[in-house]
């Protein structure tokens, strides 16, 4: 029986490079029909001619639609749809089903694997004028809103009522509730909150044929049957388009600190996970760890004079964030932790700061999240997003410095409380040789110790190609079965998530 591994080599890369952009390998799908003028003056009867963009119209509003904010994939669709109600939604899909036009869900469009963008002449559906909060209960702090609201509105809508948003992301200020629900995000505090799998209470969901599902139930029990909502979170748009979601939001913490150090290895990074879950156990919210070049890139790049953090540099950095209801017993046990770490004569920690005041909070949190930003300025940036386990997380790090040598440079970061690692390389283009000293690299190791493509990103058109490397043929086999019963014609999200048929037929 071939290994996952194994089965990864006869796997082709189903994306090319053309110019700067990623493109398909794979022909159009020729089930789908092409756009016509009819189809055009139904959906501006549907939503009015504001809720429509042509490309005859307005081709630069249309070209934003069919590019990913990276720059990186890039479709040709001509129409793009901003409905404001479910309803509309229902329309639209049903008409498309009928006439077989492919749809593209799209959120905030701040996706990093292609999910939100047009591969072909796909129709874009956007969420963006479904911004609307329902309703609030504030006993039990669960939030109904539209699937178009920012997740950065929605944490400003929930804190001056005592409470937070369960998810914290770099692109917090534009990405939209309904496409991290979709996408199953996870971010920097997956740690404390866990993932949105448990977050999510009830979705409201549209089915290809127009089909309204109503899951959006404000209950955190309801043990009654199939618990369906499930199958529409991490789908990527491919089996429904959610329109509403229903949260479960926390009591926004009373007392927020933060430390940040240096350390010599990553073994040491390691050894101070597992002692900051055994003394911060309940008050910890996250362990962030950065490596020595991913810091290099944040103060090379700053805009806002971000600086190295200590006077020596060191090759590793981890973050961790305190949250509680105690502002005196939280600062307590995090002076005692560090007393104890400093008074060891090995100690894991080469120097450390804890803020002291909340823009000191801020500025050592951004020493992490503008990594992101950082690489974007060094050209072209080649992004995984892995899970590995923790005694193998950073092996591949060094692993891709040697390969890569001096044609790019290799950076890691990530959550150390899931172990995903976000494993970087920039170079000043989009170079073929450096893409194929990546891949199939990366996959091929990461299934090799039984991690994860995608930790947190999706599949997008980016990685359908290596599902295989983390999902067993029956499980992928089951998620074709469920996307033929939920949308036979296929014309939600096509060419995501699922292997085309030439991948296929090779897998």
């Avoid at 994306?15 to 756009?35: G, M, V």
């Avoid at 999240?369 to 950082?374: F, I």
Wanted: charge should be negative.
């Amino acid at each position: 029986m071939l290994s996952r591994a194994s089965l990864f080599r006869r796997t082709p890369q189903s994306i090319t490079f053309r110019r700067n952009y990623f493109q398909a390998k794979f022909p159009r799908d020729e089930r789908f029909s092409k756009l016509t003028g009819d189809d055009v003056n139904f959906f501006k009867g549907v939503l009015g001619p504001s809720g429509v963009i042509t490309a005859e119209e307005d081709a630069d509003g249309v070209a934003s639609y069919n590019t990913d904010w990276m720059k990186k994939y890039k479709g040709n669709g001509s129409l793009v749809l901003r409905p404001k109600t479910t309803e509309q939604v229902s329309e639209i899909l049903k008409y498309a089903n009928e006439r077989k036009l492919a749809i593209v869900p799209q959120g905030g469009n701040t996706g990093l694997v292609g999910g939100s963008v047009p591969v072909f002449d796909e129709v874009v559906l956007s969420t963006a004028l479904m911004s609307h909060i329902e309703e609030f209960d504030d006993v039990s702090g669960v939030v109904t809103c539209q699937a178009g609201v920012v997740l950065g509105n929605l944490e400003s809508f929930l804190h001056p009522k005592g409470y937070t948003v369960p998810l914290d992301l770099g692109a917090k200020g534009s990405c939209h509730i309904g496409g991290n629900v979709a996408t199953n995000a996870g971010g920097l505090r997956l740690l404390r909150y866990g993932s949105l799998h448990g977050n999510v209470l009830g979705v409201e969901a549209v089915l290809a044929d127009g089909t309204i599902i109503d899951c959006a139930s404000t209950l955190r029990k309801d043990n009654t049957g199939y618990d369906i909502k499930q199958l529409f979170i991490g789908s990527e748009g491919t089996l429904g388009i959610i329109t509403k979601v229903v949260l479960l939001t926390p009591p926004k913490p009373q007392a927020v600190n933060v430390a940040f150090f240096g350390l010599r290895t990553f073994e040491d990074v390691k050894k101070l996970f597992t002692r900051t879950k055994q003394e911060l156990g309940e008050i910890l919210s996250a362990f962030e760890f950065v490596d020595r070049g991913s810091i290099e890139l944040v103060v090379k790049h700053s805009k806002t004079g971000a600086r190295d953090p200590f006077g020596d540099a060191y090759p590793f950095y981890v973050l961790i964030e305190t949250s509680g209801s105690s502002k005196e017993h939280d600062e307590e046990k995090l002076n005692t932790f560090l007393e104890k770490l400093l008074g060891e004569e090995d100690s894991l920690i080469c120097d450390g700061t804890v803020a002291q005041q909340t823009s000191q909070i801020q500025s050592l949190w951004s020493l992490r999240e503008s990594v992101p930003e950082s690489l974007q300025r060094e050209g072209a940036v080649y992004k995984y997003d892995i899970s590995i386990p923790l005694n193998k997380f950073y092996e591949i790090v060094e692993i891709m410095r040697e390969r890569i040598g001096d044609k790019g440079n290799v950076v890691g970061y990530g959550h150390i409380g899931d172990s995903n690692l976000h494993l970087n390389i920039s170079s000043p283009k989009f170079d073929p040789e450096v893409y194929s000293l990546i891949e199939p690299y990366v996959y091929e190791y990461t299934s090799k110790q039984r991690g994860s493509v995608s930790a947190e990103h999706g599949i997008g058109v980016m990685k359908p190609h290596v599902l295989h490397c983390s999902k067993s043929h029956a499980a992928i086999q089951l998620m074709k079965n469920v996307k033929k019963a939920m949308d036979p014609n296929g014309i939600l999200n096509p060419y995501k998530v699922l292997p085309t048929h030439e991948e296929e037929k090779i897998n």
